[in-house]
């Protein structure tokens, strides 16, 4: 199999996710010459309150969407697993199918769901977060894990962090500065137009940046993306 590489991998559970949580920190990796690839697990088919939008159609809108929004940030590629909506388990086999992924980019960072946000919170959001944290460790890392990947030259790689959004506020130990990319998430945001809707699409953007304020809280710049930053310990 051929080698792909990604600085950065970026496994979020529905199109529109890793725009609200990560979008800004995306286009400052890429504006810092890093690559940056999204995979999505669902295909977002259920997020309407329409019984006029057909899943199977939304599920495609929300792809287009989805592109067009990595598109703005500078994405490099978009991986779609299109998994039903609601319908994650942690099986070996979505854990497997997430290891491969590791295995073929080799990222250094992977930003992903923070699956601790206690009480609500989506379902697919928290099997995510804790199948891409166990992925990471230790299945992308030890060689016997799966040894049908290592014919298919897909090597052990270790992952050296794990930024993990939407995490509760006292779990925030990272602020990342989206001060100068505030601007390319509201716009990769925008073209998620199945999902934002009136009466939030006008509030969306000052939503948004009040959002962005409390996250930077006491740190010297305007407006930040807050994330859980787990660093492995190789
Ligand atoms: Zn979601």
């Not at 199948?131 to 040894?147: E, G, H, K, M, Q």
């Not at 073209?191 to 010297?220: T, V």
Request: glycine share 4%; with cysteine; proline share 5%.
């Amino acid at each position: 199999m051929s080698k792909k590489k990604a600085d950065i991998l970026v496994i979020t559970p529905h199109p529109d996710d890793a725009e609200f949580g990560t979008a800004g920190t995306v286009a400052n990796f890429v504006r810092q010459g890093k690559t940056v690839v999204y995979i999505v697990c669902t295909n977002g088919d259920k997020g309407t309150d329409s019984l006029d939008c057909k899943p199977e159609v939304l599920a495609s809108l929300r792809e287009k969407e989805q592109l067009e929004a990595a598109n703005v940030l500078g994405v490099k590629e978009v991986i779609f697993l299109r998994h039903p909506d609601q319908s994650l388990e942690d099986t070996p086999e979505f854990r497997k199918e997430i290891v491969r992924y590791i295995r073929l980019y080799r990222p250094d960072l992977v930003i992903t769901a923070d699956p601790y946000r206690r009480y609500i919170w989506h379902r697919d959001h928290r099997i995510v977060g804790r199948v891409v944290l166990d992925a990471v460790f230790p299945f992308a890392r030890d060689i016997w894990s799966y040894p049908d990947f290592l014919d298919q030259g897909l090597k052990p790689h270790k992952v050296k962090e794990v930024w993990l959004w939407a995490p509760e506020d006292k779990d925030i130990n990272l602020r990342s500065d989206i001060s100068q990319s505030f601007d390319l998430k509201v716009k990769a945001l925008k073209c998620h137009r199945s999902q934002i809707k009136k009466p939030f699409a006008s509030e969306m953007e000052k939503w948004l940046c009040q959002r962005a304020k409390d996250m930077a809280g006491e740190e010297k710049f305007k407006l930040a993306e807050g994330f859980h930053r787990v660093e492995m310990w190789w």
